[in-house]
C-alpha cells in the first residue's frame, strides 16, 4: 500500500524524519509531498524543500519526494495511495487534525488518514519552532538534520549560532 505524507515541510525537521522512517515501515511506500502553497510565506522555496527531504531521506529505499497543488486527497488518488499519514504530537493537534480528517472523508470516501504518535522526544518539535529559535540566534543543530541547520543559519546570516546549546 502507498501512502502519502503531506505538508509544508518549511523546513522539515527530525520529528518529521521521525514519522516517515516508522510510515516507511509500514507501508510499501511513502511519498512525502510538499504542497506548492503560494499564499503561504515561506523560509525556503518549493525547490530547496524537495532537496532537503531528498538529502534527509536517502537513507530510506521507499521514500519517494514530490511536490503537489490542490487537495491531497486528489493527489492521493492520483499517485494510487490509500492513505494519508500525518504526526500527532499533542493534545492539541488533535483538534486540527481531526477536522482535517474528517473533511478529507466527505471529500474522498477511499482515502484513509493514518495518525502516527511523534516519539516522545519530539512531542516539542514544529517547524515553527525552529525558525523562531533561528531568528534569535539560537542553535537548531539537535532539531534539524546537519545539512539544514546550515541552511537556516545561512537565511538568518549566520554562519555559527551565537550559542550551542546541545
Ligand atoms: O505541514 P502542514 O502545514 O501542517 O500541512 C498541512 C497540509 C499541507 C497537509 C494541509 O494543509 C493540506 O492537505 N492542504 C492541501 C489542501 C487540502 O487538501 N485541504 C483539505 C484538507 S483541510
Not at 545561512?154 to 550559542?163: E, H, S, V
Request: aromatic share 8%.
Amino acid at each position: 500500500m502507498i501512502a502519502i505524507y503531506p505538508g509544508s515541510f518549511d523546513p522539515i525537521t527530525l520529528g518529521h524524519i521521525d514519522i516517515i522512517e516508522r510510515g516507511c515501515k509500514l507501508f510499501k511506500k511513502v511519498i512525502v509531498a510538499v504542497l506548492r502553497n503560494p499564499s503561504k510565506t515561506s523560509l525556503f522555496t518549493i525547490e530547496k524543500r524537495l532537496n532537503q527531504i531528498r538529502h534527509s531521506t536517502e537513507h530510506l529505499p521507499n521514500v519517494e519526494v514530490a511536490s503537489f497543488d490542490g487537495l491531497a486527497v486528489n493527489y492521493a488518488k492520483m499517485r494510487q495511495a490509500k492513505v494519508l499519514i500525518r504526526g500527532l504530537r499533542v493534545l492539541s493537534d488533535f483538534e486540527k487534525e481531526l477536522q482535517m480528517a474528517h473533511t478529507n472523508k466527505t471529500l474522498s470516501s477511499e482515502i484513509e488518514t493514518v495518525f502516527l504518535a511523534t516519539s516522545n522526544e519530539y512531542s516539542f518539535l514544529s517547524s515553527s519552532v525552529v525558525k523562531e529559535i533561528a531568528i534569535f540566534g539560537g542553535s537548531v543543530d539537535h532539531l534539524v538534520p546537519q545539512h539544514i541547520a546550515i541552511d537556516i543559519y545561512k537565511c538568518y546570516d549566520k554562519t555559527q549560532p551565537i550559542l550551542n546549546q546541545k
